[in-house]
């Protein structure tokens, strides 16, 4: 067996503990290995990173791929806000991401001869999680002085849409022109279904609470991403928008760099990847009988990734999220919501999460995401006083440790996932790039099953989520 | 119900009155005052919007010494009052509409029926939208609506600023006009009428021996 990836590691951050106090990571207990994902699939694309040639690849592809865009229109006297998300810092260590946004820049500015370049990032609930990433990746004085992060509840503006005001945020269309700089991870697929998925910012990142409330309670589960459609279609986003950038990615890494000035065209190519590659990764996931589930990557709960695919992903993994038929997954916050006061779904055809997922060891994760609905469904362990404390103090999670045990070390918390469960498969989400870290039995069992799983996809699944897409192969 | 168990502590020195603070909290529990934010300790909520919203790094969160419990009484209401108010706002009662706080609908409903007039009054009394601040300023909205009542917002705050489209108010050519793209409105109404109209498992039904 091959021996395990080196995880992401934890992040000096104000939403997680000191990284110093993440003493063991659960790859590096006895019994743990590794298989690389093309070892699933061999048809996974080539990924240009990680590779030999680090973060330069990424600058040399988003040279190529602003070539195509024609910038006629960006004069030397125009502003232009790059609009960056948070969740692309994230992604394999975050410098990817940063140098895409620095390369847009270098590019605009070379092109036009417009020097009122400024970067406008995007967060989700942890509304100081951009200010970090703008200062770790020296993004505040590669734009002058001239990258912010901004919040949802930051000063609004109103939008007028095909269906009635919206709202964005202020500082995200102050400029003359836009640039949408994202990628096409499928991330928190439950939530946008890998509908519109490109576009989906214009209604999250850079949007006011009015707007992510709409889409998070007022138009139904599958309905939902209409609302950043209604917000990029409007006349006022129209007729700023110049283009967009975006990495592209499949579960073992970066394959590229994709600019369009459609976005609808971008959006096409993204859904083929994100239902293709990751609609592989999410079935052969679903195909886990029993499990302990490790979280253990600088990120709130639901966003830790493994494979690609991130933890509320694999919660729902027992329904098949792409497929638009299926009106709820076993978890998006419409879920969480139709559960009554007894702690029943309102419907009786509300599928469960996951019952694969036998424990939960928290070795290391992130407040600033509502996650009692996890830790209250699932067994939960977390390892550390000092977690326990920090989510007792997130008004996000003030019921997260209600429900959770803590076990002083990482060690004495999987022996009693071990005990408890009766199960050896582990699954851990630490980012791992390329491959999965997992323990021996999980090892076996992926790979057992990862063919059919392929054929199933190719053959059944993806043309059915495709046309559900209006999308074409 | 929420446990409010931190406190917002502004360090005078750092603050510099640009009242972000003040346009930010969702009970208008900070105010600046001589140039300087001052918090209304026993409205705050605890809910971080100044610490994580203040351009100086002037506020912290600390944690109080005696936790509040903020929660209305649903039993303090006439449940059917509830109900018809909930199912109005096309939201079940029991439907959780603020996943921090683990806020029902009922809860905030009861909030209105005791005489609750805006959104900042419903997250005072509940403690709905004091947790993530994002997420549920819509239900709220909604129910006051049902309840015939139109808030205004805050004054040059931010708030909040409007109640925005549900899936039941989705222009048909709309609808026609996205038919193919994956959008799947018609669906998603039956889905929510469902949930609406279900019925709630937290009460129980009077007992028919007892007639």
Known sequence: MRPPIKPIPPRQSQYGIDPALVKTRVCELPGMTSVLLKELFPDLPEVIYPGEGGVAAVRKATEEALQKIDMSKIKPEHSVNILASHHGFTLLGGEPYAEMLKTIKDVIETRTGCKDIRLRAGVGLRFRETEEYIKRYGLDQYFNGKAIGVAPIDQGIPIETEIGTLYGIRKIYDADWIVHAHNSDVREVHFHRQVDRAVKPFGMSYARIETRSTYHQNLGPRAANFTARAIFDSPFVQKKFAFASFLTVAPNGIIGVDADSDLYALNDRVTQIGCLYYGKMMTLFGEIDECIAALDFPCPVVYVFSAGVIYANFAGANTDLYDLDLPLPAYTWYTEAFYGKAGRPLLADIPPVNPAIKMCVHNYAWTGYPSAFFSEHIPTVVVGQEQADLFNRDPQNLTYMKHAVVAETTEAAMEFAYKVTGTRKVIIFDGAMGGINVSEPMAELLLKKAPAVSERVENELLPKWLRQRGVDR | ?211
């Not at chain 2, 446990?3 to 208008?28: F, H, I, Q, S, W």
């Not at chain 2, 944690?63 to 079940?92: F, M």
């Not at chain 2, 959008?183 to 028919?208: H, M, N, T």
């Open chain 2, 1 to 211: 119900m929420k446990v409010v168990n931190l406190l917002a502590a502004v360090d005078a020195e750092k603050c510099r009155g640009c009242k972000t603070c003040e346009k930010v909290c969702p009970v208008l529990a900070i105010k600046v005052e001589n140039r300087k934010a001052v918090v209304d300790a026993e409205r705050c909520r605890g809910c971080a919007a100044c610490e994580q919203r203040c351009p100086d790094y002037a506020i912290t969160m600390v944690k109080r010494e005696q936790p509040i419990v903020v929660k209305v009484d649903v039993d303090a209401v006439d449940y059917g009052q509830i109900e018809e108010l909930c199912r109005r706002a096309r939201l079940n009662p029991e439907q959780i509409i603020c996943y921090c706080t683990a806020t029902r609908a009922e809860e905030v409903a009861a909030a209105i029926l005791q005489g609750a007039r805006s959104p900042e009054e419903v997250s005072f009394l509940t403690g709905a939208r004091t947790g993530c601040k994002v997420e549920c300023i819509q239900p709220i909205l909604r129910l006051l609506e049902a309840a015939g009542i139109k808030p205004e917002p805050p004054k040059d705050g931010w708030q909040w600023y409007g109640r925005t489209v549900t899936v039941w108010e989705i222009p048909e050519e709309v609808k026609r006009k996205y038919a193919t793209r994956g959008f799947y409105f018609d669906e998603d109404i039956k889905l929510l009428d469902r949930v609406v109209s279900a019925p709630v498992q937290g009460r129980r039904e009077p007992d028919a021996s007892s007639h």
